[in-house]
């Protein structure tokens, strides 16, 4: 007599988070190179420059710093699996990412100020500020992108 046990099950349901250098290449987790990498440029660029504004560019240091930092947590989490032990771990992603798209988004205006006042003085300086504007811009935008990517995926 024959079991009536259903057959195996012969495919699966994929994973959330594809695993080795398929990450790297799967929105939104693509994402995390693009925010690492520039946030680390406008980190550097305010840390080579002589500061005019103590206050400003502080909070454009601490802001890229604990960010690049945590992203880079966030990553490495990724690539070993740690993420697998909490349920939650999409929400606490998304909560991440736009918080941190909208203090970096304060950072930026603050280094776009800080590089409209440095006009006026050292040239050299001026054309740094000017860089790590840009830079603060195009990572705000990633963050944004990535923190609506992770909601709506």
Same mark, same amino acid.
């Given at each position: 007599?024959?079991?009536?046990?259903?057959?195996?099950s012969?495919?699966?349901?994929?994973?959330?988070?594809?695993?080795?250098?398929? *990450?790297?290449?799967?929105?939104? $987790?693509?994402?995390?190179?693009?925010?690492?990498?520039?946030?680390?440029?406008?980190?550097?660029?305010?840390?080579?420059?002589?500061?005019?504004?103590?206050?400003?560019?502080?909070? !454009?240091?601490?802001?890229?710093?604990?960010?690049?930092?945590?992203?880079?947590?966030? *990553?490495?989490?990724?690539?070993?699996?740690f993420?697998?032990?909490?349920?939650?771990?999409? !929400?606490?992603?998304?909560? $991440?990412?736009?918080?941190?798209?909208?203090?970096?988004?304060?950072?930026? !205006?603050?280094q776009?100020?800080?590089?409209?006042?440095?006009? #006026?003085?050292?040239?050299?300086? $001026?054309?740094?500020?000017? #860089?790590?504007?840009?830079?603060?811009?195009?990572?705000?935008?990633?963050?944004?992108?990535?923190?609506?990517?992770?909601? $709506?995926?």
């Amino acid at each position: 007599m024959a079991s009536r046990d259903p057959p195996p099950s012969t495919s699966h349901a994929p994973p959330d988070v594809p695993t080795g250098f398929a *990450l790297f290449l799967t929105i939104p $987790y693509a994402f995390f190179l693009p925010e690492l990498i520039l946030g680390c440029w406008v980190w550097i660029l305010v840390a080579s420059i002589h500061v005019a504004n103590p206050l400003l560019q502080g909070w !454009v240091m601490y802001v890229s710093l604990t960010s690049f930092f945590i992203s880079l947590m966030f *990553l490495l989490s990724y690539l070993f699996g740690f993420y697998k032990r909490y349920e939650s771990w999409k !929400v606490l992603d998304s909560l $991440y990412h736009g918080t941190t798209g909208i203090l970096y988004m304060s950072a930026a !205006v603050l280094q776009a100020h800080a590089t409209i006042v440095s006009e #006026t003085q050292d040239l050299r300086n $001026y054309y740094i500020n000017t #860089t790590a504007s840009f830079f603060a811009f195009i990572t705000t935008l990633f963050y944004v992108l990535h923190a609506f990517s992770i909601y $709506y995926h």
